[in-house]
Nanobody
Framework: QVQLVESGGGLVQPGGSLRLSCAASGSIFSIGTMGWYRQAPGKERELVASITGSRRTNYADSVKGRFTISRDNAKKMVYLQMNSLKPEDTAIYYC?????????WGQGTLVTVSS
């Protein structure tokens, strides 16, 4: 069974940093674009950042200059380095990837930014 599993969420103070990780597992023969989405309470899920197989990146305006997405194809992982976190970054963060030409979602990891 192909799946994505996130880790690295937690509670952090404003201005702090967190690094999210997402591991793909199962019988995988191709990995396309990978990305991170988030959903805050009462809001729709939104794209945070994505990275293509050729490592072309795309970021939401709200996180540009603060977040960095990266991937390790050999380890089948994608990362999200989050710096200068703000309370409005509080959300459940979901990993997303094109695995074997199918869109797969992780179960989500909670990030809370609060003093």
């Amino acid at each position: 069974q192909v799946q994505l599993v996130e880790s690295g969420g937690g509670l952090v103070q404003p201005g702090g940093s967190l690094r999210l990780s997402c591991a793909a597992s199962g019988s995988i023969f191709s990995i396309g674009t990978m990305g991170w989405y988030r959903q805050a309470p009462g809001k729709e899920r939104e794209l945070v950042a994505s990275i293509t197989g050729s490592r072309r990146t795309n970021y939401a305006d709200s996180v540009k200059g603060r977040f960095t997405i990266s991937r390790d194809n050999a380890k089948k992982m994608v990362y999200l380095q989050m710096n200068s976190l703000k309370p409005e970054d509080t959300a459940i963060y979901y990993c997303n990837a094109d695995l074997n030409q199918n869109t797969v979602w992780g179960q989500g990891t909670l990030v809370t930014v609060s003093s």
